[in-house]
């Protein structure tokens, strides 16, 4: 075949090539969509989309869905094997939407609930086997794609080959006026499924909307992805005869940021930005009464817990033309740090259930089988005369998408309590990898990834240097895989990045656990050892 296609050097010299190559494109021109015909892996269809200012093609609509199917078939026009056998990976094209935070709750890649969707039949179905590829995976179809034949929506898994949509946000969607006879068809039948799907979500709007969520039955907190002011978000909690959350406890406390995350996760570009609003969600603490004098707006009660983060609350003033501080609590999501902030920050929000009333900690810590709620189970917080049981996952990522997927999975990244621990996790590493140890917050102020305060360590020698060899900035521990070496086991601070490249490497998950359980290395450093 013939080169027909040019890309651009780094040097900036010209070059002729082939249609299937894949690159990095930039988006110059005025389309709302852009289809590459080029068959990759979802997230290299997210690194090229993201290369070129855009994204995965997201919160679609009946319209555009049917332009997406139209664009694939005039880029890459189905042959007759292609309609024959629809579910071969040519006939497919990567969307930005997955379920891999939360399996089973849709969102695409900005974060927000997917709502228009259009499933192909026993879609999306989670196989856990990839048939066509012969290859057996763990993490099941978390990735949706479109067919060409159908127009219809597949869950599928990440590493597929496909055709992938980006989207251009900067410019408007117009609609096709060149739809023929089958695509009007679609679009139609497409429609009227919306419609019916839209009436039922405000029928459910209007049932639901001046009482408790049905989930608070069963469980203390419910979340709200929706922005608002601490103010506005207030009043809404307490027109669901709720309030803004109140956290007794470190159980609570990770509790309540495990279902925000859960609920409206963050992206991988947003986690590394502390501050950024997407990170942060309102709970029900104020000193708007009387500066420095926190209380819980639930039941006005003064603080009994907290989890502050470093030289939290400050107070800052909102600008240096106002004399207005901060006098509002918002939550970390994943980190679980409190800040005081500007109560006009536009945050998600979490409402406590009506009816719930302080449980004892030593109570809940007390039992031997942990509670589970509709949105996965609570982990029970470690005690003296508890464990941890470890695991390890072969897959490498960057630190805050392993520490996303162990709390997901309803624990943490691994931090080691004693050198027992430490050792179980040498023991079954087969690469560096990530544990849950990091100085992120402040320099030198090692916590794990829970917050809790590090009891023990393992630095590696010179270690640690706050440097990843690069730039002097390195708030995150890797333990090293050196099983010939002395060093085998030890602690090394790491960077997030360098030179816009992420590191990655596998990583360790934590749960807790009972003493005396199969695989639960007890907590007390006199029994571990």
């Known amino acids: 075949k013939s080169q027909h296609n040019i890309r651009l050097g780094k040097h900036g010299k010209w070059d002729d090539t082939y249609e299937d190559k894949s690159h990095p494109f930039i988006c110059t021109h005025t389309e709302h969509f852009v289809y590459s015909a080029s068959k990759v892996t ?49 006939n497919w094209a990567w969307i930005g939407a997955s379920d891999n935070f939360n399996e089973g709750v849709w969102r695409w890649s900005r974060g927000t609930k997917v709502y228009f969707s259009n499933w192909e039949n026993s879609q999306p ?79 459910d709007k209007v049932v639901q909307s001046n009482s408790p969520p049905l989930s608070c039955q069963t469980n203390r907190y419910f979340a ?27 159980k609570q406390n990770f509790d309540a940021t495990r279902l925000m995350f859960q609920q409206d996760p963050i992206d991988m ?16 603490l104020s000193d708007i009464a009387a500066e420095g004098k926190f209380k819980w707006t639930t039941d006005g009660s003064a603080v009994d817990y907290d989890n502050w983060g470093s030289q939290q609350p400050d107070n800052i003033r909102v600008s240096e033309y106002s004399m207005r501080g901060q006098n509002y609590v918002a939550v970390h999501k994943l980190l679980r740090y409190w800040d005081d902030s500007d ?5 998600p929000f979490l409402c406590q259930c009506p009816g719930y009333e302080d449980v004892d900690e030593e109570e809940v810590l007390g039992t031997t089988e942990a509670p589970s709620d509709s949105h996965g189970p609570i982990v029970q917080a470690s005690t003296a005369a508890g464990g941890k049981r470890f695991i390890y996952h072969w897959g490498e990522t960057n630190f805050w998408a392993a520490q996303s997927r162990c709390v997901n999975s309803g624990g943490n990244l691994a931090c080691p309590s004693n050198s027992q621990q430490n050792e179980f996790i040498a023991s079954i590493i087969r690469s560096t990898s990530w544990i849950g140890v990091l100085d992120y917050n402040k320099e030198g102020e090692f916590l794990c990834s829970n917050s809790d305060k590090l009891t023990y360590n393992k630095w590696g020698p010179d270690q ?16 090293l895989y050196e099983p010939q070496s002395e060093n085998h086991g030890s602690w090394a601070d790491q960077g997030a990045m360098v030179y816009l490249m992420e590191y990655k490497y596998s990583y360790v998950c934590e749960s807790d656990c009972q003493e005396g359980e199969d695989g639960c290395i007890p907590n007390d450093p006199a029994k571990a050892a």
């Open 125 to 203: 179905d989670n196989l856990e086997e990839d048939y066509l590829e012969g290859n057996t995976v763990t993490e099941g179809q978390d990735y949706a794609s479109i067919s060409k034949v159908t127009g219809g929506w597949d869950d599928s898994f990440a590493t597929r080959t496909r055709e992938y949509v980006c989207m251009c946000e900067e410019h408007e969607f117009v609609a096709s006026s060149d739809l023929d006879e089958e695509l009007t068809v679609m679009l139609a039948n497409q429609t009227a499924a919306w419609n019916e799907k839209k009436q039922q979500l405000e029928d």
């Open 269 to 284: 570009a947003t986690m590394k930005q502390y501050y950024s609003d997407d990170n942060w969600f309102w709970v029900g």
């Open 224 to 250: 709200y992805t929706e922005r608002l002011s601490w103010t506005d978000a207030k009043a809404k909690c307490e027109d669901r005869q709720m309030s803004l959350a109140k956290i007794s406890s470190m």
């Open 464 to 479: 640690p240097d706050n440097t990843d060899g690069a730039r002097d900035v390195a708030d995150f521990v890797t333990m």
């Open 343 to 347: 109560g006009d920050r536009l945050l």
């Open 42 to 90: 979802f997230n290299k269809a997210q690194d090229y989309c993201s290369y070129g200012g855009m994204t995965l093609a997201h919160s679609l609509s009946p319209e555009e869905n049917v332009e997406i199917v139209r664009m694939g078939r005039e880029k890459s026009p189905l042959d007759a094997l292609g309609k024959t056998h629809p579910y071969l990976n040519r």
